[in-house]
């Protein structure tokens, strides 16, 4: 049976324990997740996925040539439906990517943050072109500043085509720009009102309409850069879609010309006060409790704003505060990518069969990343993850795991390393009164105890 | 004002809502202050409202709508007839007994205040009940929380709960396409001893299981009484009789959200065959199932079926329509003053036509909602204007739609 801090490094700061893992966390849990920050593992299969600046040219290029075409109507239907199907497949391949190394990952603390940065900024697959560039996005902009600073990810996440198509940044024109001028049309207030709203200050940021409306003018020109340009695929400022003039937002003014403008905007909303309470607040929730303690959230904003937003720094004073490490007191539930995750490493899975089964599992309990119903992302509390139907449905899921997941241990080893330390004497009795192995396995993947993080 | 703003911050107090209530929606113990029921259907990627109902006394309509156009009643290809001038798609043919019987309306030309055309951001905005998308947070559940209802007041019948009824109240909900109930499986009985005895989700597991042996014990039954499953019946059928399986209970939930998609029909929309027929054909089938299947709790039911916008009036070059604006809703229900289509009719000339293309919505969706809310659920007008639909004070409530 494993120490319970050992439990709470590997269950709820990592992804979920794999066979011979509490071994190498040897004596010092905090420190085995710090040096995880030092040195984060990635995957060999990164290398091989197309960028996103790649598959955002196929979807301009494909969508050009579909216009062109002298088709039939129904054959620009098929065209466009297969054009569909290859950006799902390269999502599907930059999922297998991804969920294979959080099954087998020696740094699942690092992955754990990756998801959860994700999730803070993330993209939606339910929007069209989505599709092709969320896996990329997450490879590009999110990883490179999981241990840097949390100014360099907004600007990498404001600067990335995935956010601005999936935000309608990307067509948002100044009404006073040269291209406002000539068609009249408009601006787009869905970017700005995210950044400010979900990913920056939140919402008693202290920001008004206005503010929002004005930064919406400032990032103006923000966009993807079209197939005959250098960069295409990538990101373009587009002067002539850029509001001109000086803005003024949060009571200070803006005079930079073009894209430095936006860039100011975004490093003063980045250490903003409000915004330290607002990261705070959040990794405090998802690492500790639903309804995080004041003093935990306390400790991490002084943390964010005395650093300037240094995330190793914030990683560190997280990893110690005590509330964190007592389960009992504070529970998490998993959500349903946590729990297939999880199942998966305690089962010791590492092959590609396995990670086919995880996809499979992951739609069927609605639980697939960047699938998402609004900028918000998945919610990170019981009330949302745990439902009734969801319950029934990871219980159900249980029996199957356990036999897809071809689990290298006994039941019994298991538990040891997993659930072993809060285990109820009802989950142990019906361990021990299973018929055979692979009932036992069914009964821990489903057990309440394995719900929690 | 509850906005997405209010929603978020909501969720950070959920959970100490939570620990006080005993956790999760116990569907035994329903709380509204009313009785009566109230069904809401999301059809989502735009229902063409000028094929649901055609409105073929309009002297433009045969020549705007083409190859798509329905006949006048009586012939081949033609629209059932309404009132002489409009008619009703031949698949919703299930539907004209009760709309005979005065307990169907259709509200035509109607939109939400939404005027751009992503399906993404246009039922973002339908549910949100606010005038831009963006909502993290429904205008159902606000109300609901505004009616002081518990959980279990509401159930969705889908995996996930949708944007409108999703907030700061956490509902129910249930699946007919969900797992394979294996009740009498002994892994299912040893599961359910074991949540039973955990404090933290014993009550969403245990309402998971009710909600799975409610379905499996009143199914069966239905199916007798209907004399087996209609042809053309398929997902909505399935999620109305759901619906009404538990909204017909005296214990059970008050409100349900029902949701289809595959409505938008960008090509080869056919007229009475094709995808859109099928679709209809399942939906008439499915919302003429209800009086029975809810008893003696339709008189007190009131059924709301809207899309997120309408398509175009013109076809496209694909025998299909593209995406547009105003389109038609249905209200029915023991309680509702049916036999007629609400409602201003804007025409179909090229000047009434919105931007040129799409038909004019002359009713604001939030028209419908807000007079099920205020009238059947007795939600107050402060409420309406400030929290559940903000901004909407100019949004009249439709005074005769409902008995």
Same mark, same amino acid.
């Given at each position: 049976m494993i120490d319970e801090s050992i439990y709470v490094a590997g269950t709820r700061f990592g992804l979920g324990l794999k066979p011979e893992e509490a071994a190498r966390i040897g004596g010092s849990p905090q420190n085995w997740l710090m040096q995880q920050i030092r040195s984060p593992q990635t995957s060999t299969a990164f290398v091989t996925l197309p960028s996103s600046a790649r598959n955002m040219q196929y979807l301009l290029k494909t969508r050009k040539e579909i216009k062109q075409q002298d088709a039939g109507a129904g054959d620009k239907k098929d065209m466009q439906k297969m054009l569909r199907q290859d950006l799902k497949g390269a999502f599907i391949d930059e999922l297998r990517a991804k969920v294979a190394l959080a099954m087998t990952t020696d740094t699942p603390f690092y992955e754990r943050l990756v998801d959860f940065w994700s999730n803070h900024f993330t993209v939606s697959i339910k929007k069209g072109q989505v599709a092709g560039l969320a896996g990329s996005y997450e490879r590009e902009a999110i990883r490179p500043h999981v241990t840097g600073k949390f100014a360099d990810m907004l600007l990498a996440v404001a600067h990335h085509p995935a956010m601005l198509v999936y935000l309608d940044n990307a067509q948002s024109i100044g009404p006073d720009s040269i291209a406002g001028e000539r068609r009249g049309k408009g601006l787009n207030e869905n970017l700005a009102r995210e950044i400010m709203e979900l990913h920056t200050l939140g919402v008693d940021g202290g920001y008004s309409q206005t503010d929002v409306t004005t930064f919406a003018k400032v990032i103006t020109g923000w966009s993807v850069a079209p197939l005959d340009s250098d960069n295409a695929g990538g990101f373009e400022f587009a002067q002539r879609r850029h509001e001109p003039g000086e803005q003024r937002i949060l009571g200070r003014s803006y005079p930079q010309a073009g894209e430095e403008q936006g860039i100011a905007v975004l490093r003063d909303l980045a250490r903003h006060p409000a915004t330290a309470h607002h990261i705070a607040t959040k990794l405090a929730r998802h690492f500790i409790a639903d309804s995080p303690p004041g003093d935990a959230v306390a400790k991490l904003e002084q943390v964010f704003l005395d650093t300037g937003g240094d995330l190793p720094a914030l990683y560190d004073t997280l990893t110690g505060i005590p509330q964190a490490w007592d389960v009992r007191a504070n529970t998490k539930i998993k959500s349903g990518y946590d729990l297939v995750i999880s199942a998966a490493r305690a089962s010791g899975c590492n092959d590609d069969r396995f990670v086919d089964y995880a996809l499979k599992s992951l739609k069927f309990l609605g639980a697939v990343p960047f699938e998402v119903n609004s900028p918000a992302g998945m919610p990170d509390i019981a009330q949302d993850i745990a439902g009734p139907e969801a319950m029934i449905q990871r219980v159900e899921w249980a029996q199957m795991a356990a036999i897809k997941f071809?689990?290298?241990?006994k039941a019994s080893n298991i538990v040891a390393f997993t659930i072993g330390p809060i285990i109820s004497t009802a989950t142990r009795n019906a361990l021990l009164g299973a018929h055979n192995d692979r009932e036992a396995t069914a009964i821990l993947f489903g057990s309440p105890e394995f719900q929690r993080r | 004002m509850i906005t997405r703003r209010d929603f978020l911050k909501y969720t950070g107090g959920l959970a100490a809502w939570t620990a006080l209530s005993m956790g999760f929606p116990r569907l035994s113990f329903a709380s509204l202050p009313t009785d009566n029921r109230f069904i809401l259907v999301i059809l989502r990627g735009a229902l063409d409202g000028l094929a649901a109902v055609?409105? *073929?006394? @309009? %002297?433009d309509y045969a020549s705007m709508r083409g190859s798509l156009a329905f006949h006048p009643p009586g012939g081949e290809d033609s629209a059932l007839d309404l009132n002489g001038f409009f008619g009703l798609h031949p698949s919703l043919e299930p539907l004209m007994p009760l709309y005979r019987a005065k307990q169907l309306a259709v509200v035509h030309a109607v939109a939400s205040? *939404? %005027? &751009? %055309?992503?399906h993404f951001d246009a039922q973002n905005l339908l549910e949100n009940g606010t005038t831009h998308p963006g909502g993290a947070a429904g205008w159902l559940n606000n109300a609901l929380v505004e009616l002081n209802?518990?959980?279990?007041?509401a159930i969705a019948i889908n995996q996930q709960i949708p944007l409108v009824l999703q907030g700061k109240l956490g509902v129910a909900s249930y699946s007919? #396409?969900?797992? #394979?109930?294996? &009740? @009498?499986s002994d892994y299912m009985r040893k599961m359910k001893a074991l949540y039973g005895q955990d404090s933290l989700l014993s009550g969403s597991f245990g309402e998971g299981v009710r909600a799975q042996e409610i379905a499996m014990a009143s199914l069966p039954a239905d199916d007798q009484m209907a004399g087996g499953k209609a042809k053309g019946a398929d997902q909505l059928y399935g999620a109305a009789q759901a619906a009404a399986m538990f909204l017909a209970r005296d214990d059970g939930p008050r409100v349900a959200v029902l949701e289809a998609s595959g409505w938008d029909t960008h090509a080869g929309q056919g007229t009475s065959h094709g995808a859109l027929a099928n679709r209809l054909a399942d939906l008439g089938l499915g919302l003429a199932a209800l009086p029975q299947q809810m008893g003696k709790a339709w008189d007190k039911t009131v059924v709301v079926v809207v899309t997120e916008f309408g398509r175009t009036v013109h076809i496209n070059g694909t025998n299909g329509t593209d995406h547009g604006t105003g389109s038609a809703a249905f209200v029915m229900g023991g309680g509702v003053r049916g036999g007629r289509v609400l409602g201003q009719w804007p025409g179909l000339s090229a000047n009434a036509l919105y931007q040129g293309r799409d038909l004019m919505? /002359? /009713? @604001?969706m939030r028209s419908i909602f807000r007079t099920v809310l205020y009238s059947h659920l007795h939600a107050s007008e402060a409420s309406l204007n400030n929290g559940i639909f903000p901004d909407s004070e100019s949004v009249p409530n439709l005074p005769d739609l409902l008995a």
């Open positions: 071809e689990p290298t241990q | 055609p409105a *073929y006394g @309009d %002297r205040p *939404y %005027r &751009e %055309r992503s209802a518990n959980g279990s007041s007919p #396409k969900g797992p #394979k109930w294996h &009740e @009498d919505p /002359t /009713t @604001d």
